[in-house]
């Protein structure tokens, strides 16, 4: 379980501009103060967000298979293009994170490398192997859906639950395809089978979980920071502040997301988000929230066509 301040940032970001300047080394590197990665950093993060519930917003409110499908060629495939960039922002943080954590290892021999990720285990293994070991799991998540969309010309897909009885209920959410066997297809190693057939992520399951493991990167870099480096964190005493209002609204956008998963997802561990008392943001994973029952029988899914391939395979089909 994970508490931000009232500021409702992840914590690393309050102590970073507290730390004496006799643990940085960034200029070794031409590389900015670490406070200023993680600021621009986050920020790219919440402007996803935002850019995505500005879209997100007016597609929730599509009733019906038949006008989703009149709305796929402007305002899901823009969903779609916001969410990638959401999803990019995320793999660039964990690479601002790298950056970050770089700063404060001083190397008297540097052996070259222009990944970060590789620069640190080849010239700081000791400092970084249990960070790396517990962020590994969803590193691992990440580059999986990345690296196929940024270097394997996959496409990001639109996927929708609604219910037969009543529908308002529906759930939206996303599958990463590329080309299998002459046809489009969910990219197993991103979505694994289900009951023998393909899924995809609902939006507010993957968004939370996301967000949760933003913030416990930050909570593995303090404790990086606290026992390999030797910062007493204690001795930091940050300013307490009231979080920006446009913050706020990220927050309370995704708590008021309609809370179905997809059928598979319904036997995974469930991430929460939610705002405390006093206005602390809560984040847990695996939780004990309760989900709606699954009553979405009716799937819906939309690709946009490359002019040569002719076979699709739907999710959950």
Known sequence: MIFSDKDLSPNIQKFLPLIDKKYLFNNNYNLKHPGAI?????????????????????????????????????????????????????????????SIVKTFVQVDKIINERNQYLWLQKNANSVVKDFFKNISEYKK??????????????????????????????????????????????????????????????????IIYNLFNVYYISEEMISLLKNKIGIDFKLLTPKTIEAAENKKKIFKNIMEMARYHFPDEYLKPVPSLSLAKGNYLKLEYPSLLSIKPNLLNRVVATMSGDGHTAKFKIPYM
């Open 38 to 98: 993680y600021n621009v950093s986050l920020s790219k993060i919440e402007n996803s967000l935002k850019d995505f519930f500005d879209v997100y917003k007016a597609v929730e409110k599509i009733e019906n298979f038949e006008e989703f499908e009149k709305e796929e060629k402007n305002k899901t495939s823009l969903l779609l293009k916001n969410y990638k960039n959401f999803l990019y922002c995320l793999r660039e943080h964990l690479d601002d994170c790298f």
């Open 141 to 206: 998540y990440l580059d999986n859906s990345v690296n196929e969309l940024k270097h394997n010309n996959a496409t990001l897909c639109s996927i929708v639950f609604y219910n037969f009885n009543n529908c308002s209920d529906n759930c939206f959410g996303y599958y990463v395809a590329n080309v299998n066997n002459g046809g489009y297809e969910p990219i197993e190693k991103v979505h694994k089978k289900f009951n023998n057939s393909a899924t995809g992520f609902s939006y507010r399951r993957d």
